[in-house]
């Protein structure tokens, strides 16, 4: 008699920030240890988890309707919600039609004996309470299925309490993964095949802050040291972050990229204080110069906000101008949705939606504008490139400061880096190149 072993199928859908998206492959690698067989959300599946977002009202709505879709493709399946909108709303999460268990931000370790302890009857809750966390969750990454690019988390939680931002009551305190369970992860990903990480976190630039021993650019240095990485990268910070002593580090690392994503949300100062945001514009313009100063081909990205409570068209303008002058290479915008719970959401003078809608097409336009301006100083240049994925029939990688670059080659490029010349621009984002 032959015995046939059936694998339970699972499903992941992921919504919301890079550090969402590791949360995801580490709880994915931990069910594949257990035998499960990862398969597409829009599958047949067993299983179906969904890590869900809170940072706008649109997350919430999306989260929900994956559960839906989710129940939908099996109804008899167990369906699970982790994530930011789990952790910060769990009644209503549990409430919503086709849920099985609801988990949060907290335990994604131990996920498989969750899952696997569910009785098939009513709604299980499993969050708990992330506000006095202290530890790091021991979740790990050896291997990243279909990228080239390794996303790398190193802290979770954020003090910061910008007045517009759920994150804090979703993630808790800063807590700092420790500095040798980082590089031993990089380690592993390097050998597994990878040029390229970026280390991540909810607040990356509060890095060891709770360790009391090391620090961001620490770590960095650290990671530099790894052989096979040959492209460092991490997620945004603070102006302030930017010191002459970090540029001087900095500076002799070749491996750190030269794109730095600088959070600002708005380029006027009053309207700065109201978000809580721990800088003026004038110190957000000397990091962008100290920056360009050490770093002549350096991207400076941001994130703005538009139709912030309060905000009057004059301040409106003042931020507009501002990100013109700070010569930003791109511009992330988003209009200001409130967010239950946060102090922002309570403030008098809402900002009426065609008015938001209008400001953020104004900021769109600008840094499509920006974009542009910035990749028309490459034309004619030389810049290696690390591609990532073909589409159709063109390689598609991106420079050390961010420019999207296609090729065409007979070869595979994949995974590899390569030196091109950038030959033109041909959308607001890309640019065409040849191999050398």
């Known amino acids: 008699m032959i015995m046939v072993i059936i694998m339970k199928k699972i499903g992941f859908v ?17 069910f594949a240890e257990k035998g499960y067989k990862i398969v597409e959300f829009d599958d047949f599946a067993d299983i179906y988890i969904i890590n ?50 609801v988990i949060g931000t907290k335990d994604r370790s131990r996920v498989v004996d969750i899952i696997e302890s569910y009785g098939g009857e009513g709604v299980l809750n499993a969050v708990s309470d992330i506000r006095g966390e202290k530890e790091f969750e021991p979740l790990k990454i050896s291997k990243l299925r279909g990228r080239t690019r390794a996303y790398i ?20 305190p800063v807590r700092s993964r420790k500095p040798e369970d980082i590089i031993a992860e990089v380690d592993t990903l390097a050998k597994n095949g990878f040029k390229e990480v970026v280390l991540t976190g909810i607040h990356v630039a509060s890095y ?11 770590i960095i240095e650290r990671v530099h040291e790894v052989t096979g990485i040959e492209r460092i990268r991490f997620s945004s910070v ?17 491996k750190v990229c030269d794109h730095y994503h600088l959070s600002l949300q708005s380029g006027c100062d009053r309207t700065l204080k109201a978000m809580n945001r721990r800088y003026t514009s004038m110190e957000y313009l000397a990091a962008c110069e100290k920056l360009r100063r050490a770093f002549p081909d350096v991207a400076i990205t941001t994130d703005i906000i538009g139709g912030f409570p309060g905000e009057s068209d004059e301040d409106f303008d003042k931020s507009y101008a501002f990100a013109e002058k700070a010569r930003l290479s791109k511009i992330h915008v988003f209009p200001y949705s409130p967010k239950e719970g946060t102090p922002a959401a309570k403030m008098k003078e809402q ?68 030196r091109v010349k950038l030959k033109d621009i041909i959308t607001e984002e890309t640019m065409m190149g040849e191999i050398v």
Request: proline content about 4%; aromatic content about 8%; overall charge positive.
């Open 52 to 101: 869900t977002c809170t940072v706008t009202n649109f997350g919430d709505k999306k989260s929900r309707q994956m559960i839906r879709r989710a129940r939908r493709r099996n109804p008899d399946a167990i369906v699970a919600a982790t994530g930011c909108y789990a952790q910060t709303a769990p009644d209503r999460v549990a409430n919503i039609e086709g849920i099985n268990i």
């Open 351 to 418: 900002i009426p939606p065609d008015v938001k809608n209008k400001r953020c097409e104004k900021l769109i336009a600008l840094s499509n504008r920006l974009n542009r301006e910035f990749m028309s100083k490459f034309i004619g240049r030389e810049k290696y490139v690390l591609f990532e994925r073909i589409e159709n029939g063109y390689y598609e990688g991106h420079t050390s400061n961010y420019i999207k670059v296609l090729v065409k080659s007979d070869k595979d490029l994949t995974n590899c880096l390569i």
């Open 153 to 172: 988390k190193i802290q979770e939680g954020c003090n910061r309490y910008c007045t517009y931002c759920i994150i804090p009551y979703a993630r808790g």
């Open 14 to 30: 992921t919504l919301g920030c890079k550090v969402n998206m590791y949360d995801t492959e580490a709880m994915m690698e931990l």
């Open 208 to 218: 060891g802050t709770d360790l009391g021993n090391t620090d961001l650019c620490d």
């Open 238 to 254: 603070e102006p302030v972050v930017i010191t002459d002593e970090f540029i001087e580090r900095i500076k002799k690392l070749p």
